[in-house]
């Protein structure tokens, strides 16, 4: 951290501490002017709409709300109890301790847990299913559901308390879920009711403002705390301080959308997952903004276009997107019914169908597909028949295969057809901020899909604040389609959220023709050895013979250990085969052959070393098979490896 850092974190310290000796007052809630109201920028059905929607998961997720059961990560029916227990982490059933919540250690399991695990249901996504339901049926059960919920947080949250109150990224989350809920759920007869939830609308609103993240921390958090005030801003214009609030809000979106988002659309985390979470935040701000009049500059409109175009461009025909990065599977809102926590409907095309709409994409409609809900409860009742008419044609751009300012690069054939290949390369920098906060070890790596099929994976990301070891691997050198020397990682991390020391990566050649794509990229993360070592790595796909080419090279002037590693997608049956691997999935081989004078093994499911997991979702992993091929080299070398791609 620079000294300046330094400094605002004492300062922040002692901030808290005054407020928790009692030096700085609590917020106390003017009276409201209800005559100041918003207009609604979530679309409730009216009767005749209600007719055309399929209100059987929405009812079923509701009851299931209701009854206090919940599926959070990977732990499904979970019984939070009638209320739920807002400050116990489900996972590990520790009670986290109402202590003053600026100065709770969040990060300490021993403490409260697995925090994302206790902070998920706090988010309330199950409050605007809830209330989704009230709206399809008018039926009271499910309006009382969510008072019940609602006024027992209150009870057991008490203002500042807590590991609810330790984190302002959560209170957005949190206020974004209740402006949706609100819409849906008005009028609201209990005046009492109303009451308590806009004082904790308040409450949350002046947390918010006094306790944005900063400097290193001044990543995706800043602008999830920005929209949460935002959108409170635009939903409860009830206060002379809310106009203040929600336009400071509202420039610190315009600002961090153009600072944490390349111009290419890469998110500078470099982590896809988070790619989607900001977008979805953007998107949020921009809908509530025009319905009340607050528009956006042509910048930021531009800006999520980006994000959505490098979405389209790295998702392949079956829709599936590489996981670089880390992800942590929390969600900004849930539109669609949640069927036991699994979407139908993935939020990176949920997304696209959102941009086809906003910006008349076509492109962006055939990779999104259908129509999902979601869009629906943005957009209005006029969606489906507009997103019909979109012609896919007429109204598609070329497909990007450059994303400079982000490092990701797009080599392919036969894009969006049945017979297409499509690689994702990674020389990008490690992440965002000083301290690269959710960036993998990955630089060189690529993944590889065929006919909308993935092949070579990048495996995930699996823990976040617990279980240190799993954390290190998936964030790891190993864990993604690189080489790696002398068993260390490109970059050294210092912590689950932090990095010593880290590779700096580019792109030196690019070239795309009709016949054949040629990548060439570098990256001096293993410049810090004693020896040191570049890497460059050469990757070259011949369209015509489907025939992808590796080449490594490796600087260096003593010996070193080398490995090179090949993770492949759980569904592929790998078999070794004369100088390499036959990788096979639903009538597509891969012929995969290593450089000559190395060992090679195959790994699944291994704890020892680890190798050969991926994870398809926070706190899951399952086994799948790993190739590792390793060898000493004594003298700058080259590396030849090929995949031949044909049908099985």
Same mark, same amino acid.
């Given at each position: 951290?620079?000294?300046?850092? +330094? ?47 399929? !209100? ?5 997720? *509701? #009851? ?7 599926? +959070? ?8 109890? +009638? ?22 250690? %969040? ?27 009230? *709206?399809? !049926? ?9 008072? !019940? ?106 600002? #961090? ?16 997952? %988070? ?33 959505? /175009? ?81 012609? @896919? ?39 965002? $901020? =000083?301290?690269? *906060?959710?960036?993998?070890? /990955?630089?060189?790596?690529? @993944?590889?899909?065929? =006919? ?98 590796? #080449? ?9 250990? +080398? ?17 390499? %691997? ?18 090679? #093994? ?31 080299? $004594? ?5 030849? !490896? $090929? ?6």
């Amino acid at each position: 951290m620079t000294p300046v850092e +330094v400094a605002h974190r004492a300062l922040r310290a002692a901030q808290a501490h005054a407020e928790r000796s009692g030096l700085l007052r609590a917020p106390t809630m003017p009276a409201p002017d209800l005559a100041a109201a918003a207009k609604p920028w979530i679309h409730r059905p009216s009767v005749e709409e209600v007719g055309g929607i399929e !209100t059987a998961p929405y009812l079923a997720a *509701a #009851e299931r709300i209701a009854e206090g059961r919940l599926d +959070v990560f990977a732990l499904r029916e979970l019984e939070l109890g +009638v209320p739920p227990r807002w400050n116990r982490d489900p996972k590990t059933g520790i009670e986290a301790p109402l202590a003053f919540g600026k100065l709770l250690d %969040y990060r300490d399991p021993d403490l409260v847990g697995d925090i994302k695990y206790l902070w998920e249901p706090n988010r309330h996504l199950q409050l605007v299913t809830l209330a989704q339901a009230y *709206a399809l !049926t008018g039926d009271r059960h499910y309006f009382e559901a969510l008072a !019940t919920q609602l006024d027992s947080w209150f009870i057991a949250c008490p203002y500042g308390r807590g590991p609810n109150w330790s984190s302002a990224l959560e209170a957005g989350m949190r206020l974004i879920n209740w402006s949706i809920a609100w819409q849906l759920v008005q009028p609201i007869a209990d005046e009492a009711f109303r009451n308590r939830w806009l004082r904790s609308v308040y409450e949350h609103a002046h947390f918010i403002r006094h306790w944005f993240s900063a400097h290193s921390s001044a990543n995706n958090h800043l602008i999830g705390e920005a929209a949460g005030l935002f959108i409170a801003g635009v939903t409860w214009p009830h206060w002379r301080e809310m106009a203040e609030w929600r336009a400071a809000a509202k420039k610190i979106l315009e600002r #961090e959308a153009l600072a944490q988002n390349a111009p290419d659309g890469v998110n500078r985390e470099q982590a896809v997952w %988070y790619q989607q979470f900001v977008l979805d935040m953007l998107v949020l701000c921009l809908l509530a903004g025009k319905a009340n009049g607050d528009w956006f500059s042509a910048d930021y409109e531009s800006r999520i276009e980006a994000m959505m /175009d490098f979405i389209a461009s790295i998702m392949d025909r079956g829709g599936n997107v590489p996981m670089f990065g880390d992800a942590d599977d929390g969600h900004v809102v849930r539109l669609d019914p949640d069927r036991h926590g699994e979407s139908e409907f993935s939020p990176f095309r949920s997304a696209l169908a959102i941009g086809a709409l906003l910006f008349r994409r076509g492109d962006f409609k055939l990779k999104a597909g259908r129509l999902d809900d979601k869009a629906r409860w943005l957009l209005g009742a006029h969606t489906a028949a507009e997103y019909q008419a979109l012609d @896919t044609e007429a109204t598609r751009l070329p497909q990007r295969q450059t994303f400079p300012e982000g490092g990701y690069y797009i080599l392919g054939a036969d894009f969006d057809t049945p017979n297409e290949v499509r690689a994702v390369v990674d020389a990008g920098p490690l992440g965002y $901020t =000083s301290i690269a *906060a959710h960036g993998h070890a /990955d630089a060189l790596s690529f @993944t590889l899909s065929v =006919s909308g099929r993935e092949f070579l994976i990048d495996p995930g990301t699996y823990a976040y604040h617990t279980q240190e070891r799993w954390r290190q691997y998936f964030r790891g050198t190993a864990a993604h389609n690189t080489l790696r020397i002398d068993g260390r990682d490109q970059s050294e991390q210092g912590g689950n959220f932090l990095w010593l020391q880290k590779a700096r990566a580019g792109c030196g050649l690019w070239l795309s023709s009709s016949e054949k794509d040629s990548f060439e990229g570098w990256h001096d993360g293993y410049a810090r050895l004693e020896d040191p070592v570049k890497h460059r790595r050469l990757i070259e796909l011949d369209k015509s013979t489907r025939r992808l080419l590796i #080449e490594d090279s490796l600087e260096m002037a003593e010996g070193h250990e +080398v490995e090179l590693f090949f993770h492949c997608a759980e569904d592929c049956r790998v078999d070794a085969v004369a100088e390499g %691997y036959l990788i096979e999935r639903d009538g597509v081989a891969l012929r995969l052959v290593l450089p000559a004078n190395g060992a090679t #093994e195959l790994y699944r499911g291994s704890l020892s070393p680890l190798l050969g997991w991926v994870s398809r979702g926070f706190d899951r992993r399952q086994p799948t098979s790993t190739i590792a091929w390793r060898a000493r080299l $004594t003298a700058p070398a080259l590396l030849r !490896t $090929t995949i031949q791609i044909a049908q099985a």
